[in-house]
């Protein structure tokens, strides 16, 4: 029986009879209502006994992923609207993979973020509930903006932004609990979908008992596999997730040493899904398929066609499980001439290649600078012989001629905005006792030079590249944050803050990751460069694993 959805009908506001949008793998019940301009994303449950009326206020959106329980209304003002995550005017926006449950009323302007829940006979009108909140039961929301992350308890009455303001943190239980409303919701339409296919049935019954250990989600909300793995490493899963938390898609490629030789990799089987356990099934595959074989996985933004990163996870006679693939934040660049990991020399770490990758893929030139002991000391470089070529491979061996002619001295890398004229990236690569292996500083961190001059800050806990690092970020502006998480918690990327940095002096925010380092032994620390304009995350690095210390990093 089909969905019954209908046309927004015509009103002095609304000529234009919109109909609804409803993605081929969402369902939505028979006895439900859909009516306008209503946008419905992958894989959407939407209930019996639900209103989504888009018939004054226009248009809606609901994101992949979410389920729109029993009972609920959706409905808006005729005036009011709320900027959604595309930077596009709704009158109600509802993100990905968020619950809104049974007798619930969304009344629009309204905007409820990704991985949200919303109680029962809760309502939200007027506002704006952010990323990762759990609302409970009968709680009114509105006139107000409630920050990401924060937990509303049953029967509050939230009218002002004072009481959104002093809100809870959400716990790790309630995210927990709010993960397997999704994924029960998930598994009720797949079931609903297959009801009258008897094969499809037979399947369903086959996998009863294994479906919850098959199935999990991870810390942006996605459901996905447990990731007990045997061809994927923690880190792959934890960069795979970044990559689709994006926007992303995610692609694969092979190539034989021979190919890989000359670069000339070829694709995998095209990944379409952007679920989570769709993806590693078949990065799974793929793996499983090329043994033998050089795979890389690409991180891909379709809007603008283009890549955003290129990292191997199996080389020939190895496993991906034991490759350590966390150098390159997600926002890592192609080489613009179509270099790869190819490229990348015998001398140089993965880290360091990834970094030279994504200066190319920006536009940017890469050079070298030298120095003694006594010129390191007043800042008294001299240039390796020029880098005019673009290509990963020239740039790498040009890279490795300056490291061995100069042994013993310190070696730093630059990148260069050859329009702007000025420095993007200053980082050491080589120190008279040994080269530097782990600098994974983002090639957008502006260095000022006189900060960089300025490293008096020392440590005797955190790596001295990690210093640089917060030295680069907080010269552009952006704030310092740290998390940690123990074994359990990392597998299952669920985060935890430590005490938060305000202060803005490179010695405070020093003193606050040892702090946070001591305070953390046993566990994952991780470093946070935060733009706090743009209220978001410009760099996630670990600086502390269990067993092993910051400054080995």
Not at 25 to 36: D, E, K, L
Not at 225 to 249: D, N, P
Not at 480 to 487: K, L
Request: aromatic share 6%; hydrophobic share 35%.
């Amino acid at each position: 029986m089909p969905a019954r959805n209908q046309a927004a009908p015509p009103t002095p506001w609304s000529k234009n009879l919109a109909k609804p949008s409803i993605h081929e793998t969402a369902f939505v019940h028979p006895f439900s209502n859909i009516i306008g301009d209503v946008s419905i994303g992958e894989n959407v449950m939407v209930a019996p006994g639900t209103y989504i009326r888009a018939d004054e206020g226009s248009p809606f959106h609901i994101g992949e992923g979410t389920n729109v329980q029993d009972g609920v209304v959706i409905h808006g003002l005729e005036q009011g609207r709320v900027i959604g995550d595309d930077q596009k005017s709704y009158s109600v926006w509802i993100g990905s993979n968020a619950s809104i449950t049974h007798l619930s009323l969304i009344h629009g302007p309204a905007y409820v973020g990704d991985e949200c829940f919303i109680g029962f006979r809760s309502t939200v009108f007027n506002a704006r509930v952010g990323k990762g909140c759990i609302v409970m039961m009968h709680a009114l929301i509105q006139d107000v903006e409630i920050p990401p992350g924060k937990y509303v308890p049953s029967g509050a009455v939230i009218t002002n932004q004072q009481q959104a303001d002093r809100l809870p943190d959400v716990q790790e239980d309630d995210l927990h609990f709010s993960r397997h409303v999704v994924g029960i919701n998930d598994a009720l339409r797949i079931g609903y979908q297959c009801a009258q296919d008897a094969g499809c049935i037979t399947i369903v019954r086959d996998e009863k008992g294994t479906s919850n250990t098959t199935k999990s989600n991870n810390g942006n909300g996605s459901r996905g596999r447990s990731m007990q793995s045997k061809s994927l490493s923690a880190e792959v899963v934890e960069q795979v997730r970044q990559i689709l938390a994006q926007g992303y898609k995610i692609g694969m490629e092979h190539a034989d040493e021979r190919r890989f030789q000359t670069s000339s990799w070829k694709s995998c089987t095209p990944i379409q899904s952007g679920r989570e356990a769709d993806v590693f099934a078949e990065l799974e595959g793929c793996l499983a398929e090329h043994q033998g074989e050089y795979v890389r996985l690409i991180g891909i933004d379709t809007k603008a066609k283009r890549r955003v990163q290129e990292i191997i996870v199996q080389r020939p006679h190895d496993k991906a499980s034991n490759r350590s693939t966390t150098a390159a934040p997600a926002s890592l660049g192609r080489n613009r001439s179509g270099g790869s990991a190819s490229g990348s020399g015998a001398n140089l770490d993965s880290d360091l290649n990834a970094q030279i990758r994504q200066l190319l893929g920006q536009g940017y030139r890469v050079g070298a600078e030298y120095a003694d002991e006594r010129r390191f000391q007043t800042s008294s470089w001299k240039s390796c012989g020029p880098i005019e070529s673009n290509r990963e491979a020239d740039v790498v061996a040009a890279l490795e001629g300056c490291i061995a002619e100069h042994q013993g001295e310190y070696v730093r890398l630059i990148g260069i905005d050859p329009k702007a004229k000025r420095r993007v990236l200053e980082t050491i690569i080589q120190r008279p006792n040994g080269r530097v292996s782990k600098s994974s500083a983002p090639a957008s961190a502006q260095v000022s030079r006189s900060a960089h001059s300025s490293a008096s800050v020392s440590s005797s806990t955190i790596a001295s590249e990690t210093i640089e690092q917060v030295r680069q970020l907080m010269a552009q502006g952006y704030k310092i944050g740290t998390e940690h998480a123990d074994e359990r918690r990392f597998q299952t990327s669920s985060w935890k803050s430590c005490s938060p940095i305000e202060g803005t002096r490179e010695s405070d925010v020093v003193a606050a990751l040892e702090a946070c380092i001591a305070e953390h032994q046993g566990e994952y620390v991780r470093l946070i460069g935060i733009d706090p304009k743009a209220k978001r995350r410009v760099l996630e690095t670990i600086i502390q694993r269990p067993n092993a210390t910051a400054s080995r990093r």
